[in-house]
Every structure is written in C-alpha cells, then in structure tokens.
C-alpha cells in the first residue's frame, strides 16, 4: 500500500468507511506489532499496544495534511510502545517470540535472530524494525525518531553488524 493508496482510506475512514479501516489494518497488522514488539519485547504488552494503536487510529485518522501517513502511523505505534514501556517495570518484560513456523529448522532460525535483535540497544532495535518491516527509508526514520539521517544510517548499519556477530558466535 503506497501513500497515495493510504490517503485515500484515510479519507474513506473520516468519513466512516469500516471497510477502509479493515484494508489499513489488514496491510499494517503485521509490521505495526513487530516495531512495537521489538520496542516492548513482550508479546502480550505489544498485542496490547499495537490494538490500542489501532483503536486511536480507527478513532481519530490523521487530518489530511498529513504528507506521509504510512510514517505517521509508525510514529504513533513508536511513542505508544515507548509510553507502555515506561508504565511497565522491567522485571515485568517477558520477551518476545514470532509467530510459529510448520518446518523446526525455521523456528530455530527465525528464534535466533529474534534472540540476537533482543540483545541490540533500544535505538537499533527500532531503527532496524522501522526500514524492515515498516518499509520505511531512512529519511522518515530520521524524521521519527527525531535523529539526523546520517545518524540514523550509522545506527542501522551497526545493529547489522552486531546481528552478524551475534549471529556469528559459537
């Protein structure tokens, strides 16, 4: 779904359409839950944060001045897992796990790098999420996350390489 596509259902949306609220959700279930998952690292915490995200989205949709509401969202899903983070203590944090795979050799594999993403500082661990499962380039990711694009590039280039390490070690 492109944003000229989104746009569009936001449109639909303020104006009641639950169809289009269906289409939104349906396109960004998926990457929404595993930014805020990775921010939380908590599974249930992040089931909970990613419905209420969409609750305020289906609630009050961006006005259509928004220029880029793909990011828009995932800014709001950013600062809701944050803001969940903070009123939960730590000791609380369970981690969290993808969703199960039919082959073994794929669970091992896709536990794995969930493992070696949950050992990469906060800051990485959403940047990482923000270009591959939202998609998003990394000037949007500045503008998220409030950090200069060539910071933001930095970052991401060394939680790649601490993935390869971690992924690496014996």
Known sequence: MNKTDLSEYFELLRKGDKQAFAEIFSELKVPVYTIIC????SQ??????TQDVFVKLFVSPPEPSVKNPRAWIF???RNSAI??????????????SPAA?????G?????DMESAIGRLPQDER???SLHINAELGFGE???IVGLSLPAVYRRYRKALRSLREFLTEV
Do not use: P, Y
């Open 101 to 105: 795979d039919d082959e073994i050799s």
């Open 75 to 77: 800014r709001m899903a």
């Open 126 to 128: 959403e940047i990482l």
């Open 44 to 49: 249930h915490l992040a089931e909970d944060v």
């Open 83 to 96: 803001d969940a983070l903070r009123k939960k203590q730590s000791s609380d944090i369970d981690g969290c």
């Open 141 to 143: 990711i500045a503008d």
């Open 38 to 41: 990775r921010i939380v690292q």
């Open 107 to 111: 669970m091992i594999a896709r536990w």
